[in-house]
């Protein structure tokens, strides 16, 4: 079955450094990948969207590569702030659903 | 502001017991969808509506209902059927009816179902 796979374990780094945040997929081929925030206790939201002929997207602090030949998409946030301490989901889009990895933590160390 | 609103925030359910999960969109929004989030694990689609009086099932729709009667409304029962209930239960909607769009889902704050 079609997967979306997130580093399970929780990403600790100081302010002011860049985080990378990955997301590997599985037994398919997503036209695109989205990528979403989760704050504790509530609903994810949207903050970026990479289709496959796209190498890399930018917003502000924020971007995004997709690699089809690594299989895997990276979201970096540069000049991190506390306030950007959540959860990161991953969601690869095909022509059947959009499929959601289980998101990495990230914690901004003042 | 245009949004999603879930209620109740929180839900116990007593063995047996059906009980509702509300969702109502202000958006406009042709397609909803119902996901359910356990620790670990990614969001997982129970059932999804393109248009209203038509719906899908997802993944996971055992022991769920839905219906769409209005465009601005999806509710979600959970039957006595579904065993392990105890989740949080995320409710979204998007722009086009297509799933396979590549158009950003807009998510509710959710309803976490504890079981009594």
């Known amino acids: 079955s079609q997967k979306i796979e997130q580093n399970s374990e929780a990403l600790n780094i100081q302010e002011g450094k860049t985080a990378t945040l990955t997301c590997n997929y599985t037994n398919y081929s997503p036209a695109y990948l989205q990528w979403y925030r989760q704050d504790p206790g509530r609903g994810p939201v949207f903050l970026l969207l990479?289709?496959?002929?796209?190498k890399e997207k930018r917003k502000e602090r924020l971007k995004v590569t997709f690699d089809t030949t690594l299989k895997q998409s990276l979201f970096h946030i540069t000049a991190s702030q506390p306030a950007d301490s959540a959860t990161y989901l991953c969601a690869g889009g095909s022509a059947r659903q959009l499929t959601f990895g289980s998101g990495t933590q990230l914690t901004v160390l003042p | 502001d245009g949004g999603i609103t879930q209620s109740p925030k929180y839900l116990f359910r007593k063995e047996g017991q059906n009980v509702t999960l509300s969702c109502e969109q202000n958006?406009?929004?042709?397609?909803m969808y119902w996901y359910r989030q356990d620790p670990g694990q990614g969001l997982r689609l129970i059932y999804y509506s393109q248009i209203v009086n038509d719906f899908q099932k997802g993944d996971i729709a055992e022991g769920y209902s839905v219906s769409r009667e209005k465009k601005e409304s999806f509710p979600l029962t959970v039957t006595s059927a579904q065993k392990n209930p105890t989740a949080f239960y995320l409710c979204?909607?998007?722009?086009?009816?297509?799933?396979?769009?590549?158009?950003?889902?807009?998510f509710g704050d959710g309803t976490r179902l504890s079981i009594l």
């Open positions: 990479i289709r496959e002929n796209e």
């Open positions: 958006l406009n929004h042709d397609a």
């Open positions: 979204a909607s998007s722009i086009p009816r297509d799933i396979s769009s590549n158009q950003p889902q807009h």
